[in-house]
């Protein structure tokens, strides 16, 4: 993966770095790939580019003459191709495939990012009316105090150890702590949410090379589980549950045949510090309710029993939206090489990777989950 | 399918038509439904809408808590999602899954939608020129008549017979026949091309339901084979050969064990006359360089030996990008079942479809082909 932040290059030059970079690790050349899954979610807008992308992006790289297309979904783009990508290659469509996540973002103008994020609504609903993402996790904040007593200090404490984990990882977009103090003085968002609640605007570009053959000298890493979903909208219990991520999370720990417990560390989607303390519970690593409780004891973080973001998260690394969930990815392989540096979690040998996209009638709209675990 | 052409509804309403008449037809209720495979390619600039579409247009017909994801190809991105699906069928990933391709256009203003046809190309180099597909058709047409004699005249005819066979489809944009003398005498648009000789700007929506299992007391028609690919640009043997089409007829022809030979009735991709002579040499529907003769002679006439784009083709039917390939497939199922009316081929048996999408470095960035046959 490329470091995320604000960089000056064209898109092009990020997915090539990022694409190169992937193929070398995996000892792969570009004439093995046998096809190309492209995440980015508004290149169509932010870049004028809707169409071809991938073949446009990959000729740097001698990939041509493959199937390859653009998957979008949303803030689960890079999931969503992820999953295309697992389920082709499981299934022998494909023997090895490049997924390669991307996303320009610091450079749009205001208002071009403001349409841009509006379309991850319900553009005709709630995006018109501006119940755009601050706006909707500050109301679903507000309800998890209310309903479990959730603390605006646990929320901070998310942005805390997010930062902290961050500030150990080169490739992040903000690698600078922060402290509780500092989340709770920041300027004013989205009540109760303030600016150090908020995920960074990150441009970047992330790849990995999915292959049912044995991998190169490297150790690669195991798709255990694979789930995708959308909302159940009409069925969702609370305003404070996802039941796209708790659908996602079930399909991916009944095919890893595991649970929640089995799990021994995740990157999960920490667009805003209380998306975080929502999925705890979504993802079935505490009980509805007690997710401030979790941060508040220290569970979640590097030293913890589970720790959550060690990457440094959405938060702290940053979050080019296509690119995102194959970053998770990136992230999980240096873990269960034990290259994570400053960042490395004890037991890296089984890990959960998650994302959300989209508020659409009051929940998120899309939801991945991988269950990523060492080989046999 | 919805009727093409300039529709005023928001693109939810096209959407929830086109799916509503597919679940129907194939009698599988949306809780049957495992899987939508959405393909759109400008919806991201066209709708402000860049995620979570199929879970925002999708709720009116009932389906959620299952995967959706939007796949986008420029042009050929109706055919793309149409091949994902296919082969998550094909492979037990899912047994049911709903492809919908849709598209607004007529209502974008013109900045707009020259910046998102712009986006079709290498937006940074070919783009920027201004080497939009009518340029670049033009030169192609140029190539074509020089190399191989082609014909202003021949080229006409391609008008002349789509929009006679279009004239006889209620669902077609332009219901309408030209003369020769009308194409010859519209206005210039790129020469050697003319209005008459570029398809519509439409709006529409086209749904296929994709199973495994039998289907619904209606005749079914079978997906015998499935190609996808890019362009290999440096090894592109032509100016007048897109090596996209032909890598994805040789997938197609091969799956499916037929050759060219065996195809009684196609639907091509005419985005401009002169890309329905093109493509007829890169399908192997006749000798490089005899496509000129192939339409003079009638062969490709709805009377003809090999009738091409009955339904009226993009030319005529019109062109609502993401919905195009997924329209294809309903005219064969029309066609296949003898309810093609006035447009009805002789031998509907086997059939060819076929789109491209984008222009990267002088030819075709992207084909999809599928050979669509009668149940056994």
Known sequence: MTRF?????????LVHEAASEALRDAEVESREIDAVYFASALAGITDEQAGVLPAVLLRTVGIAGRPMLRIENACASGSTALAEAFWAVRNGRYRTVLVVGAEKMTQAGSAQAAKAMAGSTDAEFEGRVGLLAPAFFAMVARRHMQEHGTTREQMAKVAVKNHANGAKNPKAHIQREVTLEQVLGSAPVSDPLQLLDCCPVSDGAAAVVVTAGPGGRRPPLVVAGSGVSTAAFSSNPSM??????????NLAYSMAELTARDVRWAEVHDCFTIAELLHYEDLQFC???A?????????????????VNPSGGLKSRGHPLGATGVAQVVEALGQLRGEAFGRQVADPSVALVHTIGGIVRGEGAVAAVHILTEAA
């Open 5 to 13: 932040g604000a960089r000056p290059e064209p898109l092009r030059e």
């Open 240 to 249: 404070t549950s996802f039941s796209a991520t708790r659908l996602a999370a």
């Open 287 to 289: 009980d509805p309710g």
């Open 291 to 307: 997710a401030g409780r979790l941060i508040e004891e220290g569970a979640t973080s590097l030293g913890g029993r589970l720790p």
